[in-house]
Nanobody, 124 residues
């Protein structure tokens, strides 16, 4: 069983930055494909970014965040990060991380473990 805990959310003005963290308790994340998703009130659950296993050499992003968000991982700390720059009010959502035991990554695969999320609010 993998327990994921997100942190780093908060209130920021448009144009600002935040870095979210997702830390696993009890085990390494090295061989898990990882991703971030978000859900805004009244909207669908939305893929944000994903990263491949081990070195994390492969990443993918939703078009809406490409060039502004960066996903990365530190396997020694069992942590995945989402650096969010140039934030917009439409980025306001609860952000959750997810882990895939199959080791694959991307928007359309099955993720087996989910965190409870952290709120990000961007004011205009």
């Amino acid at each position: 069983q993998v327990q994921l805990v997100e942190s780093g959310g908060g209130l920021v003005q448009a144009g600002g930055s935040l870095r979210l963290s997702c830390t696993a308790s009890g085990r390494t994340l090295s061989n898990y494909g990882m991703a971030w998703f978000r859900q805004a009130p009244g909207k669908e659950h939305e893929f944000v970014a994903s990263i491949s296993t081990w070195s994390g050499i492969h990443t993918s992003y939703a078009d809406s965040v490409k060039g502004r968000f960066t996903i990365s991982r530190d396997n020694a700390k069992a942590t995945v990060y989402l650096q969010m720059n140039s934030l917009k009010p439409e980025d306001t959502a609860v952000y959750s991380c997810a882990a895939s035991i199959s080791g694959t990554w991307g928007p359309d695969i099955k993720y087996n473990y989910w965190g409870r999320g952290t709120q990000v609010t961007v004011s205009s």
